[in-house]
């Protein structure tokens, strides 16, 4: 697959990889994204609601397991996407990186100007930070449910019948 064509009905089996500029781009244009985390002896993963701020992302969480195990020695990712439904083109950012609690006054102060607003109701005291060590994105052609049919699918359908 060619990094250099953009994926497109001329190009379905490409995957564009997105520099940094265009996937911070795309990370600014939802607040939607799933947190992961590493939380005893197993990963785990959390949806979480964000905004990027100056090349962090920041999210506001409660006490608990998301904000222990964000918070502690372990790096954490961050995956978010998005689709154009009208072009089939999708897109997917991972950042990997260390999250830290938001203490200072004045950066606390900043990150409230943010106006992050979690979905789910509840008191969400909390900010994070996660800083990047690592920024990949790539973009690609949605491929039809069609054309990844086996003639293994009708087996095992028909065996359940």
Request: hydrophobic share 40%.
């Given at each position: 697959m060619s990094a250099d064509?953009?994926?497109?009905?001329?190009?379905?089996?490409?995957?564009?990889?997105?520099?940094?500029?265009?996937?911070?781009?795309?990370?600014?244009?939802?607040?939607?994204?799933?947190l992961a985390v590493w939380v005893d002896d197993h990963p785990d993963i959390f949806p979480?609601?964000?905004?990027?701020?100056?090349?962090?992302?920041?999210?506001?969480?409660?006490?608990?397991?998301k904000l222990q195990a964000a918070t502690g020695d372990t790096p954490v990712a961050v995956e978010a996407d998005g689709?154009?439904?009208?072009t089939g083109i999708a897109w997917s950012v991972v950042i990997k990186g260390q999250a830290a609690p938001v203490k200072n006054t004045e950066e606390v102060l900043d990150t409230v100007?943010?106006?992050?607003?979690?979905?789910?109701a509840g008191k969400?005291?909390?900010?994070?930070?996660?800083?990047?060590?690592?920024?990949?994105?790539?973009?690609f052609k949605v491929t039809p449910p069609l054309t990844w049919w086996t003639p293994l699918d009708d087996a095992t359908r028909s065996g359940f019948e």
């Amino acid at each position: 697959m060619s990094a250099d064509r953009k994926p497109g009905p001329e190009n379905p089996y490409d995957v564009e990889n997105l520099d940094n500029h265009e996937c911070w781009k795309l990370l600014r244009s939802v607040s939607v994204g799933r947190l992961a985390v590493w939380v005893d002896d197993h990963p785990d993963i959390f949806p979480i609601n964000y905004k990027v701020d100056h090349g962090t992302l920041v999210f506001r969480t409660a006490d608990g397991t998301k904000l222990q195990a964000a918070t502690g020695d372990t790096p954490v990712a961050v995956e978010a996407d998005g689709v154009d439904a009208d072009t089939g083109i999708a897109w997917s950012v991972v950042i990997k990186g260390q999250a830290a609690p938001v203490k200072n006054t004045e950066e606390v102060l900043d990150t409230v100007g943010l106006l992050l607003f979690p979905w789910q109701a509840g008191k969400k005291e909390h900010f994070v930070r996660i800083t990047p060590d690592n920024v990949t994105g790539r973009r690609f052609k949605v491929t039809p449910p069609l054309t990844w049919w086996t003639p293994l699918d009708d087996a095992t359908r028909s065996g359940f019948e």
